[in-house]
């Protein structure tokens, strides 16, 4: 069993079916016996797959900045809900807690969550597994993006290898378990000098 960080969508605005995928990963994380760390919120995809784990008998752990708890609605039912001074520290709440992430569909704050858990195991700060859940090409643009970095010499290919990809909640539970256990692609990628400075603010 494994704490496993979702990172997910709190838009109102986006088609059911991601809600209906965030519904399916809460379930599946369940039946395998995991606690889910969350982004603390009640709505949309985050409220999804918290409600779904719970429902599964999982334990649910939701961390929220005090300057969301209105906007994205607190998830009061919770097991455990933390709340943080700001954005920062969440995120380094959820990253302390969490064995493992997975990143489903989202917007501008999931596509954070995800570059920042990336940039920090390409550097070596961690060696949890990193999986991006995309089951219709949502981050298609991104993977393109991350290959034109490569071929230019701006990524190594054993950082961009550190993300693990994924279709279904399934496979993408498969993939964490199997890199829980035997961490083939955990191997930690030792950062550059150059790398060190091109990664400071």
């Not at 369940?30 to 999982?58: D, E, F, K, N, Q």
């Not at 991104?142 to 909640?169: H, I, K, N, Y």
Request: one cysteine or more.
């Amino acid at each position: 069993m494994a704490a496993i960080c979702v990172f997910c969508s709190s838009s109102e605005r986006i088609d059911p079916s991601y809600v209906e995928l965030a519904s399916a990963v809460g379930s599946e994380l369940a039946r395998r016996g995991h606690t889910l760390i969350s982004g603390g919120g009640s709505v949309s995809c985050m409220g999804a797959v918290a409600r779904a784990a719970r429902a599964g008998g999982a334990t649910t752990v939701g961390v929220i900045p005090q300057a969301l708890i209105a906007l994205e609605v607190a998830d009061h039912d919770a097991d455990e809900l933390v709340v943080a001074a700001d954005m920062r520290s969440r995120k380094a709440e959820m990253d302390r807690r969490a064995d493992a992430f997975l990143t489903l569909p989202g917007g501008l704050g999931t596509l954070e969550e995800l570059l920042e858990i990336w940039v920090s195991r390409t550097l070596a700060m961690h060696a949890k597994p990193v999986v991006v859940l995309d089951p219709d090409g949502v981050y298609a643009p991104l993977r393109a993006q991350v290959e034109l970095l490569v071929a230019r010499g701006f990524v190594r290919v054993p950082a961009r290898d550190s993300v693990l990809w994924a279709t279904t909640p399934g496979e993408a539970l498969d993939v964490l378990e199997r890199e829980l256990t035997e961490p083939r692609h955990m191997q930690a990628v030792v950062p550059s000098a150059e790398d060190l400075l091109e990664a400071e603010p």
